[in-house]
């Protein structure tokens, strides 16, 4: 299998990554008003995302070669399914994140979205707990959506 994947010039996300975002990155996200407990979860998703997707290494500005800054464009929530009596029972949080980036081989800024689908009981409002998880996974999916447009941009450079 190795010899196949190697033969026919295959190579992992990871290589055009990093073409455009070098591997010492310092994250920087500004705190959303209307939920300030979101940054700390985007930052965690960020964080995440750099360390495992990518294989980068998160930095301190000072020793940093990319420079990443998100903040959020909206955060909504609307439901898209309803029981027989007419209340909502699924819902679908969209998360727009604005994600500026600069590094020694490009810079930009890229608006990327994310959603998440959760199911909640008839007649029952969002938790916060259940709200927090639908902005975490949304806002991870709007990451790993800037991380393949990174890739794209790399197989260019």
Same mark, same amino acid.
């Given at each position: 299998m190795? $010899? @196949?994947l190697a033969g026919c010039g295959y190579k992992p996300t990871t290589v055009y990554t990093k073409r455009v975002l070098s591997d010492r990155i310092y994250t920087d996200v500004? +705190? &959303?008003l209307r939920d300030p407990e979101n940054a700390v %979860? +985007? !930052? #965690?998703?960020l964080n995440e995302a750099i360390v495992s997707r990518f294989g980068? !290494? $998160?930095?301190?500005?000072k020793s940093a070669t990319t420079i990443l800054r998100v903040k959020f464009n909206r955060v909504s929530f609307r439901p898209i399914q309803y029981d027989? /009596?007419? &209340?909502? $029972?699924? &819902?679908?949080? /969209? +998360? *727009? %994140?604005k994600i500026s980036y600069r *590094?020694? @081989?490009a810079h930009g800024t890229e608006v990327v979205n994310g959603f998440y689908d959760f199911p909640i009981e008839p007649q029952a409002i969002i938790s916060d707990s259940l709200r927090f998880q639908a902005i975490k996974q949304g806002a991870g999916k709007? %990451? #790993?959506?800037?991380i393949s447009r990174m890739a794209q941009r790399?197989? !260019?450079l």
């Open positions: 190795f $010899i @196949t500004e +705190v &959303y %979860l +985007v !930052k #965690d998703a980068a !290494k $998160i930095a301190d500005k027989v /009596n007419g &209340y909502a $029972i699924y &819902y679908r949080a /969209n +998360v *727009s %994140l *590094s020694p @081989t709007a %990451l #790993d959506a800037f790399g197989v !260019k």
